[in-house]
């Protein structure tokens, strides 16, 4: 049995202080907040390292999967629209069945005929001609569907199931999508790589943003999550025994509602993180996670004892993919809301990355490190930076050019927050606050 690392501990137990210090002095509601959202962060985190600590993957494309989750507690838990499915349901589905069959044609006429002109007039014709069959047939349908109600509705809804179903469900979708981009771009070189999964992600996003049958476009949708798989704030203080409980505790029953609520979201979400981080760990030490680092290390050597570099690398790609997906669903359904806007690569991809590089890369404690420390630095250096700035400008006169711009730049306090601790963690800890070992 491995010794008790008493450095790394003592960092989980600093980013624990931090959140009690910030209940402590600011907000409850505050701290636990930051606990869910360090949570989710470190289950992205963990995602992202299985595809660049283990293989070596460079994924700019993180802010794609993460929406895929989204829009999976859309499709999963929102009520259906009845009127939209009488209107246009069925012509979507069978637009999108005309099209995924025109694709698998034109693929098959591919494979199986022979290299020349022949083969490439053949897949042209396919390919145009079912474009214009599937715009023919998608294309009335859309429009029936988002004419329904559009203030209100304008989309077919979903299945109106339970929202923990959609976590796997957004996993699901986040996999098609990994399986997807790593069929055609796995072969690449790294920097290709990371282009084209930036560019898919950004394809990803103005799907959502612009086919409003699918989940309401930048109009949004509200209300996700229901019926919650936590209890309701509302029945808590209507709830007698609920209210003498937090009276006896010196509560106010309102504020003792919105932390029990958030701290069962912190147990859901700890237990999902804890089986995730136990997965893998045992992936990590088992002859497949030796396997998956060698050929991270040295693709040519692998390749030369016989593993098929290809495969291995689409495998672990699907597999960081889906825990993104994973994540993205559980924060959608934290949230009660999808907003495609709200997705943008500096959040959602470069916030992420940052986490994986300051908690360890190739080590899964280290990335669970890194999601809570630098989502902690995240939300509070904006609110400290503001107080600091204050206090600096306090002696200067009102009006002073330089107490102005220096008053204006707190907004940026993140990024340069996030810029030097990059700097020191690479300066000072190249390899992690965690490394690999």
Do not use: C
């Amino acid at each position: 049995m491995s010794a008790i690392n008493w450095k790394n501990v003592g960092l989980f137990a600093l980013v624990a202080l931090l959140i009690l210090w910030t209940g402590l002095f600011q907000s409850w509601n505050v701290a636990l907040a930051i606990l869910n959202m360090g949570l989710i962060s470190a289950i992205m985190a963990l995602g992202v390292n299985i595809q660049w600590g283990y293989a070596g993957l460079f994924n700019v494309g993180v802010m794609g999967f993460v929406a895929l989750g989204g829009l999976a507690v859309v499709i999963v838990s929102e009520a259906p629209v009845p009127e939209a499915w009488a209107a246009g349901g069925p012509r979507i589905l069978a637009g999108l069945a005309i099209g995924a069959g025109v694709i698998a044609a034109a693929v098959q006429a591919y494979k199986r005929m022979a290299p020349g002109r022949l083969r490439a007039l053949v897949v042209t014709v396919l390919l145009v001609g079912g474009f214009f069959l599937y715009r023919a047939v998608f294309d009335p349908g859309v429009e029936a569907v988002e004419a329904v109600n559009p203030a209100g509705t304008g989309f077919l809804g979903g299945l109106g199931l339970p929202v923990l179903l959609a976590w796997p469900v957004g996993a699901l979708l986040a996999a098609g999508a990994a399986w997807a981009i790593g069929k055609t771009a796995l072969g690449l070189r790294s920097d290709y790589l990371a282009i084209a999964t930036l560019g898919i992600s950004e394809i990803i996003i103005a799907t959502l943003k612009n086919e409003d049958w699918l989940a309401r476009g930048v109009k949004n949708v509200t209300g996700l999550g229901r019926p919650w798989p936590v209890p309701y704030e509302v029945d808590l203080q209507k709830s007698a025994a609920f209210v003498d409980w937090a009276q006896g505790m010196g509560l106010d029953p309102v504020t003792a509602s919105s932390v029990v609520v958030k701290l069962a979201y912190a147990g859901l979400f700890a237990v999902v993180l804890g089986i995730l981080l136990w997965m893998s760990q045992a992936a990590l030490n088992s002859p497949w996670g030796r396997m998956m680092r060698a050929i991270r290390d040295n693709e040519v050597a692998a390749e030369a004892m016989g593993k098929d570099v290809t495969r291995r690398h689409l495998q672990v790609f699907i597999l960081g993919s889906a825990v993104i997906g994973m994540a993205g669903a559980m924060m959608t359904t934290l949230d009660g809301l999808l907003t495609p806007g709200a997705y943008q690569p500096l959040r959602y991809t470069f916030l992420i990355w940052v986490m994986v590089i300051v908690g360890g890369s190739g080590s899964n404690w280290g990335s669970v490190l890194g999601g809570f420390l630098i989502w902690f630095l995240w939300v509070q250096v904006e609110p400290l930076g503001n107080a600091l700035m204050g206090l600096i400008t306090a002696g200067m006169a009102d009006g002073s050019p330089l107490k102005e711009h220096l008053l204006a730049s707190t907004a940026h306090m993140r990024l340069l927050t996030m810029g030097v601790i990059l700097l020191l963690v690479l300066r000072f800890s190249p390899r992690g606050l965690i490394p690999e070992k």
